[in-house]
């Protein structure tokens, strides 16, 4: 039976990060928000009508049969091992998965550069607050988690480029989601990313090579970058390298 | 052998989600940082001095063996089935550390209460947005979370009062601490929460009487709550109950 991935309609958002495992495995999957009356059948499982340990807080969230799974990187970890995409030993699975909640913890804060005080609020109406909190985001919070990332990559034994072992992980998938979506949220202030951060650099344009993933991105079905998601361009928020 | 807890010294934050979970099942831990020289210890992993697969980005992370684990809800995933604190079937097991996943989104707001434009710059620096921030969050996320949990307490079928069949879990553990944060750091706006989100409350009373629960709290172990952590109590951005 098919994966059924429910995620808002119309941005890559949290759902990109699932998308791209599912992509890369060449899963048989349903992107349910992307069909007919797909929204409703979301918001039944929201509202509770599905029942016990099937009420998400919130999308994305997988599933499997009679199972729900809710957060990215439960779901990753739980298909990680179904789709190949981490190392089968357990120390590496733990592993795998802090780093993928480190990316979680990453990705809020990308939100809350547009959105530094309050969800219910439009952006323009927090705009001030929001160029404060990017750049402090900039200056410190992207060398940080990046730093690391970057610093982790030089560190795996297995010299493969990637950040664990020799092969392709759903880590290496999010971070190059990463990469795509700094740039294109912050095109002037990531002008050095690559000199900054060769080794993430060079784990993304692999991962973009990857043929299913090369093959997804020409599909059209991978929903263009916009300013309803996640990482949104908004000109006044960018600024030079640091 | 004991399990290792490594988490900064002076403060409950992210760590007592981890030590209320050893706490009531009686494990034996030790908390690395109340140690001599364990703060050292701490950074030595998160400088990655101890390589592969045991650099954390950040505490709390556990060590048991040869396995470092980082981030509470893994961390939690992980102790769970150890210490009897989650049912043993898988979509129990899934759904609880969604919820714990849902519980760390919900930390992580309750932080930037104080904290909304930097963790790099003191909450003195950023007070008139931690007072628009702290609005937004009482008004909007807390009804949001608090209220999702005391949905699911009431729609469990095993009729516990508590959010999972029958037996007491690491989730009931944390909802105990987000009731003790929450009241701390807001106890005016809090002052209506036993009659809004009854079932929440009630858990939580479940809670503190547990017999190692409450010789914990007796113990003096428990660091107090403080303005360092994360539940910070700064009377101006307390209100009245909305």
């Known amino acids: 039976m098919a994966y059924e991935l429910y995620y808002w309609d119309g941005i890559q958002g949290r759902g990109e990060f699932v998308r791209l495992a599912l992509e890369e495995a060449g899963a048989d999957y349903l992107d349910v928000a992307q069909s007919g009356a797909g929204a409703q059948k979301m918001m039944e499982y929201l509202h509770g009508r599905h029942g016990y340990l099937k009420t998400p807080f919130a999308p994305p969230f997988l599933r499997d049969g009679d199972l729900v799974i809710s957060h990215v990187a439960n779901i990753l970890h739980y298909l990680g091992p179904k789709l190949g995409l981490v190392p089968p030993d357990e120390a590496s699975r733990i592993y795998a998965h802090g780093l993928q909640l480190t990316i979680a913890d990453f990705v809020a804060e990308v939100h809350d550069t547009h959105h530094p005080i309050s969800t219910a ?109 996640i990482f949104r361009h908004y000109p006044e928020l960018d600024q030079d390298p640091g």
């Open 121 to 229: 609020d439009y952006y323009e109406d927090q705009r001030e607050e929001a160029k404060n909190r990017t750049k402090a985001f900039l200056k410190h919070r992207v060398p940080k988690f990046i730093g690391y990332f970057n610093r982790l990559i030089g560190a795996n034994p297995g010299r493969s480029g990637l950040i664990l072992g020799t092969e392709l992980s759903y880590v290496d998938l999010s971070l190059f989601q990463l990469c795509e979506g700094l740039a294109y949220a912050f095109p002037r202030a990531m002008a050095n990313f690559d000199q900054d951060y060769p080794l993430v650099a060079a784990l993304r344009d692999k991962v973009r090579d990857r043929p299913a993933i090369a093959a997804y991105i020409k599909s059209g079905r991978r929903i263009p970058l916009n300013e309803s998601g």
